[in-house]
């Protein structure tokens, strides 16, 4: 192997030992894919070789879940944090693992089917920010607030493309292995970015990884979708998932998903419906004038602007997902939507005066059984009435306290209220804001 692993390895405990810092965690993007599970590896083993009394850097393995991963891979990963996490202890090295996700009210499903939000395009990339860049910069940010400084490590390497080439020459610093990041007090250490695609694929098949197994499985999906992994996304120059990368399996950015495809085509038939999906959100994507409304949220009526969903394909969408899921969970185990998101799309619908079709309607007719929100749906449908009447003379005010209450349904649904009052105050400076203008 060409590849010079113990300058790599003597890097890393160089920049550990003898940080300016000593107090600033690590905190390591992993994706499961190839390049982080190599700067991974690489960490990990060059912690091994410094003496434990002096490991008292905490390290952050760090994996971002947006809750519409490809299922297929979500099974891969999971599987593989436990055993990092497992091993890591077994060790006795300073490693933890975090996933982090989307806010409830930022989930993919809550904000297309309960808000009407049309499918992602290249030109309009809502779920980015949401699903990806801001869970993982508040768990980077809450480590900041706590040790002053935080260090940032990625597997992003100048061969992957010539525009990342281009990135990494630009942000870095000549004689420096760090960078400063976007956000404040946060620097970017990326080890493995001279190394080349060929030295990662030999470097994990003659390298078994320390916290156990083998890298089998990894290689054969690869094989099996033709594809890269998605890296974790904390920027917004970072490029989106699609096409030849493991990533959202709803994702339209992209006229075709070649890694679902590719997975299908070798024995994962029953991604087919998931596939199928998938496609239809493209057709509502490209056909605002049969899907959408003409009259956006706001009330503004524009020509050439289109509005959320029509409610009747919201109503469909989520019949398709329901579906798809009972097709597969039985053999597979997969859930496609969580309860929670059911409730809080009901408490949308019910806000956007949806009376007439519920979503344990929709659920019970699919799965043909009795599930019952009737709490939850009476009490959203009292508020609704209520708030429409108390608030006839100034709409404004409606929105905003619709607003509020959607906060505070999120942080009971997800039975935690921690942020809660940020979130409020956040969103009234915006309504003043907006009342200004």
Known sequence: MSLNLLYLENEIIDQYLYDENPERPWIIGFSGGKDSTMLLQVVWNALTKIDPILLTRRIFVVCNDTLVENPRIVKF???????????????????????????????????????????????????????????????????ISEKGEAIILLGTRSAESSARAESIRKHGIKGQRLRKHLLPNAYVFAPIKDVTTNEVWQYLNQVPPPWGGSHKELVTLYRNANAGDCPLVIDTTTPSCGQSRFGCWVCTVVNKDKS??????????????????????????????????????????KEDLWGPYKFETRVEILKRIFKAQKEIEDTEGIELITHQ????????????????????????????????????????????????????????????????????????????????????????????DESKR
């Open 77 to 143: 990963i999971d599987s593989t944090l436990k055993k990092i996490q497992k091993a890591s202890v077994k060790q006795s090295l300073p490693i933890t693992v975090e996933q982090t996700m989307p806010k409830l009210d930022d989930s993919f499903w809550v904000r297309l089917i309960g808000l009407g939000y049309p499918a992602p395009n290249k030109f309009y990339r809502w779920c980015t920010d949401r699903l990806k860049i801001n869970p993982t910069t508040r768990f980077i940010t809450e480590k």
């Open 341 to 432: 998101e059911m409730v809080l799309i009901q408490y949308h619908w019910f806000r956007d005066c949806f009376f007439k079709t519920k979503v344990s309607d929709i659920y019970n007719k699919v799965y043909k059984t009795q599930l019952d929100m009737s709490k939850h749906d009476e009490k959203f449908k009292k508020e609704a009435d209520l708030l429409k009447k108390s608030c006839k003379k100034e709409p404004g005010d409606f929105d905003l306290i619709q607003d509020l209450l959607a906060l505070q349904k999120t942080k009971t649904l997800m039975i935690r209220k921690r942020g809660l009052q940020n979130d409020i105050e956040n969103r009234l400076e915006q309504f003043l």
């Open 260 to 301: 679902m495809e590719g997975l299908i085509e070798n024995g994962e038939e029953w991604m087919e419906p998931l596939s199928e999906i998938r496609n239809f959100l493209v057709e509502t994507r490209d056909n605002p004038e049969k899907y959408r409304e003409k009259r956006r949220r706001n009330g503004e009526i």
